[in-house]
């Protein structure tokens, strides 16, 4: 049951990073087009096309990464909460079965 449970948290924690990989690389395609985008629209005082938008791309790339990340440990800290829940009862119920098949034994030998 252990191994059960340790198994399913690697396969979490596998998933965890995967979705982690994808919203990373999707926040940085849409953050790249969007620079583009603005460096072709127009170009910034001075004479740099789109230099100031690119920053600003940058940052909302980090924050839409950063509010990822939250959202992927939020799913994976629920995951496992209720994983370790399921667990423990599963463990109070096989107590429970042998304490009371102790007590039945001993029951049976006192007579």
Do not use: C, W, Y
Not at 13 to 35: G, N, Y
Not at 61 to 74: F, I, K, L, N
Not at 98 to 105: F, G, T, V
């Amino acid at each position: 049951m252990v191994a059960d449970f340790e198994g399913k948290i690697h396969e979490i924690e596998s998933d965890f990073h995967r979705k982690l990989k994808e919203a990373v690389a999707e926040a940085e395609a849409e953050a790249e087009a969007q620079s583009e985008a603005a460096a072709a629209a127009a170009p910034t005082p001075g004479g740099t096309p789109g230099r100031a938008r690119t920053t600003v791309s940058e940052a909302e790339v980090e924050r839409r990464v950063q509010r990822a990340r939250s959202e992927v440990q939020r799913q994976k800290d629920e995951e496992v909460a209720r994983l370790s829940a399921q667990l423990r009862r599963e463990m109070d119920d096989k107590l429970r079965v042998e304490r009371n098949s102790l007590k039945e034994a001993l029951g049976q030998n006192r007579e």
